[in-house]
């Protein structure tokens, strides 16, 4: 079932599916951030469009790709500090808080689950978090104005790890990083016992994250996708919708 223009008859059957289900999971991608402000990543005037990535062991090699890392990540911080939760965040916390909404994968590393009141328990990040830094030797974690200071006072040279001399990298994982197995172990539990698997502003073409609405699909799970573009999963999907996120979850923002 697809619906492109029938935003009220998209809204009654997702109700629906949530009504029947007893474990329903949510997978967001860059599309439900879009309308807080932040750009997703292979649209026209998207990231990869302005900067083509830096593999993970281009950074951890060179010096120069650390701090042209960190000089992308400082551009484009003020967008991302004042971004805000969006009607579509704002709606998955309700649903989760009234008992509807069991967790959230997510391929997001912006921190708005979290700012909309997700708690750490119910959210699985994929691709980490962007809000933080880590020492990729030892594992300390650095805030990001700590990692400005240094940077700015230097000139523009990436800091290294105080502790141990090791490469401090944002907390996400980049191109040619090793996925995070606690996470992915976590989110292959909660796919494994969901019976409504609903997706949400991800085109599913990266993987392994994108793998996970086929793998609840195979065990028998409805699967729901969002998205105002099509995907390659809408075929076996019980429910698509291609409309604006925030226009058509608002209605779940809103109090019981």
Known sequence: MIF?????????????LLDQASCA????????STECGIPDFRSPGGLWAQNKP??????????????????????????????RPGRGHRALARLHGRGRLKGIITQNIDGLHQASGVPDAALIELHG?????????????????????????????????????????????????????????????????????????????????????????????RLVILNREPTDFDEMADLVVRAEIGDLLAPFAQDA
């Open 4 to 16: 492109d223009t029938d935003l009220k008859g998209a809204q009654a059957r997702l109700t629906e």
């Open 25 to 32: 999971v949510a997978f967001t991608g860059a599309g439900l």
């Open 54 to 83: 830096i593999p993970f062991d281009v950074f951890v090699a060179h010096k120069a790709a650390r701090n042209e890392a960190w000089r992308r990540k400082f551009a484009m911080e003020e967008a991302f500090a004042s971004a």
């Open 129 to 221: 978090n962007g809000t933080y830094a880590n020492c990729l030797e030892c594992g300390t974690r650095y805030e990001l104005e700590w990692v400005k200071e240094r940077f700015e006072a230097s000139g523009g040279s990436a800091p290294d790890c105080p502790a141990c001399d090791g490469p401090v990298k944002a907390a996400t994982v980049s191109f040619g990083q090793a996925m995070p197995e606690a996470e992915m172990a976590r989110a292959n539990e909660l796919t494994r016992q969901c019976d409504l698997f609903i997706v949400i502003g991800s085109s599913l073409v990266v993987f392994p994250a994108a793998g996970f609405p086929l793998k609840a699909k195979k065990k028998g799970a």
